[in-house]
């Protein structure tokens, strides 16, 4: 079946700094990815539609020069978060699918201090 | 985009069968009905989806009412490794998933 790989799975940075977080899809091309956020106790947020060879769709509220987001290859998609904030620590989840069904990733644990 | 709601939390007995409402009043004909589940800091596993028929697959069954408002998952014989939150979505034409509050389900010893 479809395997998506996110990494790393956790990290901590300072305040002011950027973070990259990576989504492959391991064993399918994959021209579409979307990417999620998901505080505490709380349900999956779409944050993005990213689409291979050209400019991510953003969801309303969410920062495009904040989440960076590069989809350069058809089996590879990356979010930088950019000069993070602690407002911005959090579970980011990708997916990426083939046809109608969607794979996640395992997520990437955000802390910014 | 088709909101869906759920109860947010059910208990279920182990090896009794789950069954796990989801309204989806406001879909659209070619929109399908998927289900994942989430388990505690993992990221969401697929479990079924459908778009009129009922589907029946090794981890669970969908029943959709003729008139498609209403989905029903069911776990037919319920472990504590289903304890999770179980998310209904209606998929739009963009492939988009907009997720809604999910059921906490609980299985109980």
């Known amino acids: 079946g479809a395997v998506v790989s996110q990494h790393p799975s956790r990290v901590i940075c300072k305040s002011g700094t950027s973070v990259k977080i990576e989504c492959r899809s391991l064993d399918f091309q994959a021209t579409t990815m979307f990417w999620y956020r998901q505080f505490p106790k709380k349900s999956l947020m779409l944050m993005a539609t990213s689409n291979e060879g050209s400019k991510a769709t953003y969801e309303q509220g969410v920062e495009k020069d904040k989440f960076l987001i590069n989809h350069a290859s058809l089996t590879l998609s990356t979010l930088t978060v950019t000069s993070a904030h602690p407002e911005d620590s959090s579970f980011y989840i990708c997916?990426?699918?083939?046809?109608?069904?969607?794979?996640f990733g395992s997520g990437t644990r955000l802390t910014v201090v | 985009d088709a909101k869906t709601t759920q109860p947010t939390s059910m208990d279920c007995a182990e090896g009794r069968a789950a069954n796990l409402p989801c309204n989806h009043s406001t879909i659209s004909g070619n929109e399908y009905v998927y289900w994942y589940r989430q388990i505690h800091s993992q990221g969401p596993q697929y479990i079924i989806h459908?778009?009129?028929n009922n589907e029946t697959n090794e981890m669970a069954s969908l029943i959709i009412t003729e008139d498609r408002k209403s989905s029903t998952l069911i776990l037919p014989h319920a472990t504590l490794r289903d304890t999770a939150v179980y998310y209904c979505i209606a998929q739009n034409t963009g492939n988009q998933f907009y997720f809604g509050t999910g059921t906490s389900l609980t299985v109980i010893p």
């Open positions: 459908g778009l009129k």
């Open positions: 997916s990426a699918g083939q046809g109608r069904g969607y794979t």
